[in-house]
């Protein structure tokens, strides 16, 4: 992959982040929080209205859920368009590395609570986020 495509590619991992943001500030006001409740209930597989979005705690971690989703996303877009020119392997580094924490964590934390199916999910969302980035960029010349 050249290092166009990976700054390219980079857009699409900050596009992939962000675009869960507004379904979880929805969550955040019961009239607007069927987006987040449904996105929960597919996540925990099988869709079966189980999952609710009844407590205030739960609006609250979904604001808190939608701005850290936000602000990575945002800051994975600036890494592409300030930093890659300067830095491509560093930033790619950087991205896979946040990205594959964020697998670790969230899948175990899915599995632990009873949501393995979650973790089928987070592996999809990895591969797309990821793509190209496994691998360095080959170097310009």
Not at 98 to 118: K, Q, R
Not at 119 to 140: E, S
């Amino acid at each position: 992959m050249s290092h166009r495509f990976h700054k390219f590619w980079l857009k699409i991992t900050a596009f992939t982040i962000w675009s869960f943001a507004p379904v979880f500030f929805l969550g955040t006001m019961a009239s607007t929080s069927e987006p987040a409740r449904l996105t929960l209930d597919l996540l925990s597989w099988p869709i079966d209205g189980a999952t609710t979005y009844d407590s205030p705690d739960t609006h609250f971690l979904s604001a808190l859920t939608g701005g850290f989703l936000l602000g990575w996303g945002v800051t994975v877009w600036c890494l592409s368009a300030w930093v890659y020119d300067h830095a491509p392997e560093p930033v790619r580094k950087t991205v896979l590395t946040g990205m594959l924490s964020w697998f670790v964590l969230d899948s175990g934390g899915s599995i632990a609570s009873g949501n393995a199916s979650n973790a089928l999910f987070n592996l999809l969302v990895l591969l797309l986020a990821v793509g190209p980035l496994w691998r360095p960029a080959k170097t310009q010349g």
